[in-house]
């Protein structure tokens, strides 16, 4: 790997910038170079919230991502807003539960995923964005789930320590479809 740069998007509360963080903290594990630029507007939960995430084996020399190799969308404005800056050869996550794939290209592979109704089902509640996660590390190959489980140990602050063994499940949820 040499750089893979990644958005996540979507709207304030659904766990966009902790996801990133875990990303941007499996580059730190793993020994790469990285950058995580948080963005969101003044309202946080329910207004707009995204994340670029840099993972290298060299230096970055800017935090900012104009054209992900990676798109995680968790709402169709996200979605819409993105969708069309990703590389070509890129992937693009997305919860079907909550957004309408209505992309032509053919130059990028799509992975809708009702991460949102696996959560739902599974009693995951804000488990969404770690079903994406998921099924992300599982088709690029970014990072192994043993990475991610050290990661989400490190990052999840003590006072939240009951949902670890939450993420793991939804982690494994999205790997497994």
């Known amino acids: 790997m040499?750089?893979?740069?990644?958005?996540?998007a979507g709207f304030g509360g659904q766990g966009v910038l902790f996801a990133g963080k875990i990303l941007a903290y499996c580059g730190l594990v793993d020994n790469k170079e990285l950058s995580w630029l948080p963005s969101y507007g003044p309202e946080m939960r329910g207004g707009t919230a995204n994340c670029s995430v840099c993972i290298s084996d060299e230096p970055i020399g800017s935090p900012l991502v104009i054209n992900p190799d990676i798109l995680i969308a968790m709402n169709q404005p996200s979605f819409d807003k993105f969708v069309n800056d990703v590389k070509p050869g890129g992937k693009?996550?997305?919860?079907s539960t909550l957004i309408d794939n209505e992309c032509t290209r053919t130059d990028i592979e799509i992975y809708g995923i009702p991460s949102s109704q696996l959560a739902d089902a599974n009693e995951l509640k804000g488990g969404s964005n770690m079903i994406l996660l998921g099924k992300t590390i599982k088709e690029t190959g970014v990072f192994?789930?043993?990475t991610m489980k050290k990661c989400i140990e490190k990052v999840v602050p003590p006072t939240k320590a009951q949902l670890i063994a939450n993420?793991?499940?939804?982690i494994e949820i999205g790997m497994n479809n």
């Open 2 to 8: 040499a750089t893979t740069e990644i958005i996540l």
């Open 92 to 95: 693009v996550f997305y919860d």
């Open 144 to 146: 192994t789930f043993d």
């Open 167 to 170: 993420n793991f499940k939804a």
